[in-house]
Structure formats: C-alpha cells, structure tokens
C-alpha cells in the first residue's frame, strides 16, 4: 500500500485566480494520478504524471489549464488555473505503487475547492 | 451511454441486513473489476478487485462478476453502521499496466443502527 497526503485539504478562490494543489506519497512511485470529482459525478482522470517526463492529459483536460509538475518519485502538484466556478471539485491524487497494476491505485484525502 | 453505470441511491438499509450494490457496464473487453469504499471527506480506498468472472470474498465482502450480462455486484453481510460510505466500482480501460480506471457514479448507503 501507500500513504498519500495532500496540501491544502480545502480552499475557496476567486474566479481568475490559480491554486496548486500538493500530493506526497511516502514511497517512490512510478506513475501517479490527478482526478477530479465533481458533486454527484464519477471519478474522472485528468492526467498521468511519471517522473522526467510531460504529464499524459486526457480527453478534455489541457496542459494551460492543468499544469503538473512532477520532480522526483514521491512528488507532485497539479495547478487549477484561471479558476472558474465551474472547477470547484474535488481534486485527488493517486499512485499505482506496483507499478504495473491498475486495478490497485491507492488514494489520497482529496482537495476540495470552491471558487467563487 | 456511459462506460460505467451505478444508481446513485441513496440506499438505507437496517444494521445486520445483507447489502448488494450493482453496476453495469458496456465493454465486454473489460477484465478487471474493483469496488472502492469512500467515507465522506475521504478519499477512496480500494475494497476488493477481481479478474473475468467469478466471485471473491472477503470477511463480509463478496464481489461478484457475470459477464455474459456486464454485471458486476458487491454484497456485505451483516452490515454495520460503520459500513455506511459510498461505494464506487470501477474498470479498467485498456491493458492493465497501462489503462485507464473507468469509476462509476458511487451509491451512497447509509446503515441504520
């Protein structure tokens, strides 16, 4: 398994404004995962971010929007920019610390925002 | 339509009652299948995963697969207050050292003492 935190835990934003948003993981890991959970919606992957390399976005989500950086194996942030009141949500992060299995990633608490 | 289906619920149920909570979903390619467990203000936690079809337990967990009919299933038995959450199942889109988890919506259940 893996201990993940997350920085802030909560935060209210203005529109206009950018937060970056913090995940730790207490072991190195190869990949990990930037989500989003908007109120009564699923799950949804923003990107993948391994370390030395670009993050990999998915459908929908852009780099400008959504930058990562990802500087060593136990660490990342994900930038909400150009906040909307469309962005509040929750953000998680999550790892994959067998490195070759999907269908055990593990979990940070989450970032919930409100932007107003 | 979604890769993924869930009913939202809510589902209230008494402590001590048998719980199955359902999914469907639409790509017969999908081989491997997870139920996580997220207790509000939490993130999700990984409960159970299976491969193909079949079922597995675990204490009062059991995931269960039928994919001739794209349904996936988690029952608790004995259910306790503290099993009150929301429950997400979950594929995976693609191989699974380089897909993508599909989640669906969650069931919220709440277990009354």
């Known amino acids: 398994s893996a201990v993940i935190s997350q920085k802030p835990s909560r935060d209210i934003c203005q529109r206009g404004t950018s937060l970056t948003i913090q995940c730790q993981v207490d072991s190195q890991v190869t990949m990990m995962f930037w989500y989003r959970q908007q109120p009564g919606q699923s799950l949804t992957l923003i990107a993948t971010?391994?370390?030395?390399?670009?993050?990999?976005?998915e459908s929908g989500f852009v780099i400008d929007k959504f930058p990562i950086s990802r500087p060593n194996l136990t660490f990342s942030t994900l930038t909400v920019s150009n906040m909307s009141p469309e962005d509040s949500s929750i953000y998680l992060c999550?790892?994959?610390?067998?490195?070759?299995?999907?269908?055990?990633?593990?979990f940070g608490p989450g970032t919930r925002l409100l932007v107003l | 339509q979604k890769e993924v289906e869930q009913d939202p619920g809510p589902l209230s149920v008494p402590e001590g009652a048998i719980v199955s909570l359902n999914c469907t979903y639409s790509?017969?390619?999908?081989?491997?299948f997870m139920w996580y467990r997220q207790y509000s203000r939490k993130g999700p936690e990984l409960l159970m995963y299976t491969y193909s079809s079949g079922n597995k337990e675990d204490g009062r967990f059991t995931a269960q697969v039928d994919k001739s009919s794209k349904y996936i299933s988690l029952f608790i038995r004995d259910s306790q207050p503290s099993d009150s959450a929301t429950y997400l199942c979950a594929t995976v889109r693609g191989s699974s050292n380089t897909g993508k988890l599909i989640f669906g919506q969650g069931t919220t259940l709440q277990v009354k003492p």
């Open positions: 999550s790892v994959d610390p067998r490195g070759v299995l999907r269908e055990t990633q593990y």
């Open positions: 971010a391994n370390q030395g390399s670009e993050a990999t976005y």
């Open positions: 790509n017969s390619a999908f081989q491997y």
